[in-house]
Nanobody, 112 residues
Framework: QVQLVESGGGQVQPGGSLRLSCVAS????????MRWLRQAPGQGLEWIAG????????FYKDSVKGRFTISRDNAKNTLYLQLTELKPEDTAVYFC?????RGQGTQVTVSS
């Protein structure tokens, strides 16, 4: 069955950085476009980044463009999200996935 396991979250100060990872199994990762989503406290799920089967085509929500970088290592069945210049409004649970699947999420808290 499809399994997606996120890790790498934590608490950082504004302006800090984190690297999230998502290990995938149960499907052909290398031929599956992937995405990152997040859910802030009291808010709905929002799409923030997507990547096609290689690293050449990536897509971002405007609010994270230039600060977050999505990438993938098909040999390791792993999806990444590099978060930089973090802001308090980036506080959320971050999920990786592809429709209709997503993992259990990893918490990112940006606070001084």
């Amino acid at each position: 069955q499809v399994q997606l396991v996120e890790s790498g979250g934590g608490q950082v100060q504004p302006g800090g950085s984190l690297r999230l990872s998502c290990v995938a199994s149960g499907f052909t990762f290398s031929t599956t476009p992937m995405r990152w989503l997040r859910q802030a406290p009291g808010q709905g799920l929002e799409w923030i980044a997507g990547i096609n089967t290689g690293d050449e085509n990536t897509f971002y929500k405007d609010s994270v463009k230039g600060r977050f970088t999505i990438s993938r290592d098909n040999a390791k069945n792993t999806l990444y999200l590099q978060l930089t210049e973090l802001k308090p409004e980036d506080t959320a649970v971050y999920f990786c996935g592809y429709l209709p699947f997503r993992g259990q999420g990893t918490q990112v808290t940006v606070s001084s």
